[in-house]
């Protein structure tokens, strides 16, 4: 790939999209001024998705209904794989069209995993935006809905999926009823539906599973960034950072 075209998409895909709107490059300007933010490059190359026939297939599948970048994408693909042997159910909160969650699904339903992946969003877009969550708004991301997701999980022959509709967790936690998780995706932008999937999440995580936070260090998501950070140093979790822009937690 020339190096147009190899900054032509980090560019794209790093945000001046009109998901994140117009405002995007003027709040990651904002963000590295501050001096807690930089542009961070990777120097490594290594790009396994690329020779993975089996992810790229379900990729090219997924790709058009997720917000979700590839490097993203392909972490979660393998952390189904990673934790195949850790049983629990897997729980995505914040779903929008589907995407991420249905290539979640497809990676489990590959593996023969039993327990289900559960999907929940409200459908009506972000929802807790508070004080520190300075570019987001309620309602956000309300261009997607049930209906399309369930198209793309038909699409794709899915039967591990359930779709889960309303403020999670206040108004449907009630709904997943298996006694473990083996992984969550904490994909809400905002700090206090982070905290509040999370801390549903944790006591029913099993050891050795993991919270994925997509947004860590976002400059559009700084509340996501401030929850993630406020769980580090604890005995029971280990917390690393992606400059793919994931947050991940362990549980020990
Ligand atoms: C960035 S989008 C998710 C992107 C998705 N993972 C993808 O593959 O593109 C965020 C979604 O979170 C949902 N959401 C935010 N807070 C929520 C909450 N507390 N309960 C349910 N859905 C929520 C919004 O409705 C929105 O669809």
Not at 18 to 43: D, T
Not at 47 to 68: C, G, H, M, S
Request: aromatic fraction near 10%.
């Amino acid at each position: 790939m020339s190096y147009a075209r190899y900054f032509g998409r980090l560019l794209r895909d790093s945000g001046y999209s009109v998901a994140k709107g117009l405002a995007m490059p003027l709040v990651r300007r904002e963000a590295v001024r501050s001096g807690a933010h930089a542009m961070s490059y990777p120097i490594s190359t290594y790009a396994p998705w690329q020779a993975d026939p089996e992810f790229q297939e379900i990729y090219r599948e997924v790709r058009k209904n997720t917000l979700v970048d590839i490097w993203r994408c392909y972490e979660l693909w393998s952390l189904v794989g990673e934790l195949r042997q850790v049983a629990g159910a897997i729980v995505e909160v914040g779903v929008w069209r589907g995407g991420s969650g249905a290539l979640m699904a497809s990676r489990a339903a590959q593996l023969g995993l039993a327990e289900p992946v559960y999907l929940c969003d409200t459908w009506e877009g972000v929802v807790k935006t508070g004080a520190v969550d300075t570019y987001y708004h309620d309602g956000k991301h309300d261009d997607a809905s049930r209906e399309i997701v369930a198209a793309l999980v038909a699409r794709l022959g899915l039967t591990n999926v359930e779709l889960v509709q309303g403020i999670f967790p206040d108004q449907t936690a009630d709904r997943i009823t298996d006694g473990a998780l083996r992984i969550c995706h904490v994909d809400v932008d905002v700090y206090e539906s982070a905290k509040g999937v999370f801390d549903w999440a944790w006591p029913r995580l099993a050891r050795g599973g993991v919270a994925v936070f997509d947004d860590y260090g976002f400059p559009a998501c700084p509340g996501v960034t401030q929850f993630v950070d406020e769980q580090r140093g604890r005995g029971d979790r280990l917390v690393l950072h992606n400059l793919n822009g994931h947050g991940i937690v362990v549980k020990r």
